[in-house]
């Protein structure tokens, strides 16, 4: 074979990356069970998270990607999370990027969207506390006071979730805690109106864009 043609074998990183780049969740598992199984480095396989996640969102944006893709993208970058998690929990060493806590406001149980976010944001390197759907505001102030997160994300689906988010951000006003957090907003029925009225610091309608957001607020943080 002629050298210049020869195949060059790609790294786990990029086979792993391409496989879920590609949704091929049967492969990602695969690559990511073995590797671990091999005394991998947790933490180059979360560098690959993390750039999986990079491209998927921005596959989104250019409208290559579709929910669909993002619910499955999302459902895969959760298990290969999930192998990691107690791996990293072990490592001292590891700092993670921010601390995120993130739920479905009262009145709403889809939890889509939310699952994508969570997902995407621990392969980009945040501590993400997931208090689940249907929560009231009480729960998040009380996770505040708890985690001090950077970030609080305020997903719904519903037309009446965008009440349920302001009522969330004036109770997180009311105990005084607004200024110790950056808001977010995220779902189906919000947009720039919405998030004046809601009181947050920013929205999305995409996973991605809103990992972005939040990265930026960390780096900005720490300057």
């Given amino acids: 074979m002629d050298s210049r043609t020869r195949l060059i074998p790609l ?38 998270l993390r750039k999986a996640a990079d491209i998927i969102g921005e596959k989104y944006s250019k409208g290559e990607f579709f929910v669909a893709d993002l619910v499955m993208a999302g459902e895969i970058l959760k298990e290969i999370s999930e192998m990691i998690r107690p791996l990293l929990q072990s490592e001292p060493r590891h700092e993670y990027v921010g601390r995120l806590i993130i739920g479905t406001v009262q009145g709403d149980i889809h939890d889509i969207g939310k699952n994508i976010v969570v997902s995407m944001a621990e392969a980009a390197g945040f501590e993400v506390i997931d208090l689940g759907v249907d929560v009231p505001p009480e729960k998040f102030v009380e996770a505040i006071k708890t985690y001090k997160p950077d970030i609080v994300g305020l997903s719904g689906l519903l037309t009446l979730s965008i009440e349920s988010m302001k009522r969330t951000v004036d109770v997180i006003k009311n105990t005084g805690l607004r200024d110790q957090v950056k808001i977010i907003i995220g779902g189906g029925r919000v947009d720039e109106s919405a998030c004046k009225y809601v009181g947050a610091d920013a929205w999305t309608t995409d996973a991605g864009r809103g990992i972005k957001i939040m990265l930026e607020w960390v780096k900005e943080k720490k300057r």
């Fill in 11 to 48: 790294s786990m990183e990029n086979n792993l990356l391409k496989a879920i780049v590609e949704l091929d969740e049967e492969r990602a598992l695969e690559i990511a069970r073995k590797e671990l199984e091999n005394s991998k480095s947790p933490f180059k396989m979360l560098e690959v």
